[in-house]
């Protein structure tokens, strides 16, 4: 009989794969018949409609009609009993010994009481999605996995929010996810292992983890070289206080907002050689320092809004490539709600490339000359100022002039310009007039725009 059972078993596994079924072979207690129960997937069926065979009796020959399974496109199971002996009947009527799952290819999620609270679904682009935001605790988020899933990889798992788990250790069970997104939050995890997400190693491009009480000692920084295809790092609203140095081959973003950093070590950001956008807005930064941002890509995208910043040092930038190549790339420096009172020569390097430089809503009284490094070449090179909400007295020519030949916008209305003799190189052209905010006044409210130009050529000349 078991030499029978085995040879019924390799019929099945050399049948064409298509719809998942799993059979399990089932001796009476005499060992002279055998029943199939239908259980979680694990062999595909196709057309034609596949036949199983049983074991035979001694002194009973079954012909294969007996016993037919068929799967339809519609997942439908069929079951003839002719020949079948009054034992078999009762088999067959046993319900225990009946279930059966077919995998629907085009919807292969889990039987959605395995895995409650979880829901899996399929959206239109036939993502594979979980979503776990229900899962009280760490525990039954862990028992979850431990049933079977009908295949591994998907491409998003999400929980929104959650107040019992406090530690994410290696659970998923072979699972793999394209996207892991732990948001908008609040949630009251607090380690992270370095193995979390280990068998996502090559598939992970996004993760985001915000809202949370993890702190950089338990944050998988040592192993985000390990994520090769990894894109997107989102890490928001936690108590980071400080990070190392990140390494990740192909991280395109890089958001660490509201994490309570105070300050970078030198060259944190550049072993990540495809890195673009930097978030580190809403923190407790007081100063750059020279060497801290080397960045090694013509496209970027610095933001650094609504810190404590005094003070940024000549040398904080740096880019790692030739600065005066073309580009058709946009670099952006946004420093908007800090504290700088003023900006320090060769501080700011421009590219070859449209450029925008957002000091909005500081303290500036002062810009150095040279402030800003005009690259060498220029035919692709355009900038644009945002310079509102500051403590400018006069638009000086020997920091903006060379500027303005490329200049697309200078905002500067809520600054106390005096408008004297020294801004008359701006005030008598129009043409410069022109890239200036139309409510840049002076300090008596006067537009600039509304200044006669030819007192300022006969007075100032």
Request: with cysteine.
């Amino acid at each position: 009989m078991k030499a029978t059972a085995i040879a019924s078993s390799l019929l099945l596994l050399s049948l064409p794969l298509v719809t998942a079924i799993r059979f399990t072979w089932i001796p009476e207690q005499n060992d002279s018949t055998a029943i199939y129960r239908f259980t979680s997937p694990v062999h595909v069926l196709n057309s034609p409609v596949p036949t199983l065979l049983y074991p035979k009796k001694e002194t009973e020959e079954y012909h294969e009609e007996d016993q037919t399974v068929q799967v339809s496109d519609s997942s439908v199971i069929n079951k003839k009993t002719s020949g079948k002996d009054e034992a078999e009947r009762e088999h067959d009527n046993d319900p225990s010994l009946q279930e059966a799952e077919i995998v629907d290819l085009d919807f292969p999620c889990p039987s959605p009481g395995d895995i409650a609270p979880c829901v899996c679904n399929n959206d239109e682009e036939k993502h594979l999605k979980l979503d776990c935001t229900q899962i009280e605790g760490e525990t039954q988020l862990a028992r979850v996995f431990q049933n079977n899933f009908p295949v591994k990889d998907f491409y998003e798992f999400k929980m929104e929010e959650n107040s019992g788990i406090k530690t994410l250790g290696n659970i998923f069970n072979g699972l793999t996810f394209e996207r892991v997104i732990f948001s908008p939050g609040p949630f009251s995890i607090e380690r992270i292992s370095d193995f979390f997400l280990s068998d996502s190693f090559n598939t992970l491009k996004e993760l985001q983890v915000r809202h949370t009480m993890v702190t950089a000692d338990f944050f998988p920084f040592y192993t985000l070289s390990s994520y090769v295809n990894l894109e997107s790092l989102y890490i928001d609203y936690t108590n980071l206080k400080w990070i190392p140095k990140i390494t990740g081959p192909k991280i395109k973003t890089l958001s660490l907002e509201s994490t309570g950093l105070t300050s970078l070590q030198p060259g944190t950001f550049e072993q990540l050689s495809n890195l673009k956008n930097i978030a580190l807005s809403l923190n407790n930064f007081t100063e750059l320092r020279n060497g801290t941002l080397l960045i090694p890509n013509t496209e970027m995208k610095f933001h650094m809004v609504n810190n404590l910043l005094e003070e940024i040092q000549p040398g904080t930038f740096y880019f790692l490539d030739d600065a005066s190549s073309s580009s058709s790339f946009k670099v952006t420096y946004e420093l908007s709600g800090n504290r700088l009172q003023q900006l320090h020569a060769r501080t700011f390097p421009l590219r070859n490339a449209p450029v925008f430089l957002d000091f909005s809503n500081n303290n500036i009284n002062n810009i150095e000359q040279g402030a800003f490094v005009m690259p060498h070449q220029t035919d692709t090179f355009s900038i644009e100022i945002n310079l509102t909400g500051n403590q400018l007295e006069t638009i000086e020519e020997e920091v903006f002039g060379e500027l303005f030949r490329h200049l697309t916008a200078l905002y500067i209305s809520g600054n106390p310009l005096r408008c004297g003799c020294d801004m008359a190189w701006l005030i008598t052209n129009k043409e410069n007039l022109h890239r200036l905010d139309d409510a840049a006044s002076c300090v008596d409210g006067t537009r600039l725009i509304d200044l006669d130009h030819q007192l300022y050529e006969h007075f100032c000349s």
